[in-house]
């Protein structure tokens, strides 16, 4: 038989519609959706605009060697001779580690500020206020437990809370749960269900 939109394939029961977002955010995010309208329509580009479309791409490459002579490695290389030497891969490395430090602790205090703004979004649509719960998702269910540890280190310190805390207070019922599994770390989730599974009806 047919199956009815939204609905599982086992319970019958429609999918809540929270739970659908978050995993619908992990999915098919900006950047995803935008490569793949780029390979969708680039044979039809080139087809229709051939000598545009080559001078566009040889710009391109010529941007990505201008790029690639000022990044990181090959301003320490042009200053230590060859990377063949294993001093200048030693400090290649330290380098790089120490701008991708840089670089997660900034995407970490961006989000920490995304989720505090989304539990204080005010007057939503249809005249509700409260939290704004697709910006959340968008912030917790799209990134690693490294980085949601990240984020819970740098909303402690720009906001002297707790975010684990804050997010349970403004959702709820299996919403809230999820969320909470979501920012907990592996050892607490466990824990978690355990306690749930100890409590519930049967146990």
Do not use: W
């Not at 809540?16 to 780029?38: C, D, E, L, M, Y």
Request: aromatic share 2%; proline share 3%; charged share 30%.
């Amino acid at each position: 038989g047919s199956k009815s939109r939204g609905v599982g394939p086992r319970t019958g029961r429609k999918a809540a519609p929270r739970a659908r977002q978050a995993r619908h955010a992990i999915t098919n995010t900006p950047r995803s959706q935008g490569a793949k309208r780029a390979l969708r329509h680039a044979p039809e580009q080139l087809n229709r605009h051939p000598k545009l479309t080559m001078a566009a791409m040889s710009q391109v490459m010529l941007d990505e060697k201008t790029r690639l002579r000022n990044t990181t490695v090959a301003k320490i290389v042009a200053a230590r001779g060859s990377l063949d030497d294993p001093e200048t891969k030693k400090e290649c490395c330290r380098r790089l580690q120490k701008i991708n430090n840089m670089l997660k602790d900034r995407i970490a205090e961006m989000d920490a500020t995304m989720a505090r703004d989304a539990m204080h979004a005010g007057i939503l649509k249809g005249g509700f206020s409260g939290c704004d719960n697709s910006k959340l998702i968008a912030v917790l269910c799209t990134r690693t437990k490294a980085s949601l540890n990240r984020t819970k280190q740098q909303y402690r310190a720009k906001f002297d809370r707790d975010l684990c805390k804050d997010v349970k207070s403004k959702t709820g019922s299996d919403y809230g749960r999820m969320m909470g599994h979501a920012l907990s770390d592996p050892d607490e989730y466990v824990a978690d269900v355990i306690h749930a599974a100890c409590h519930g009806m049967g146990c």
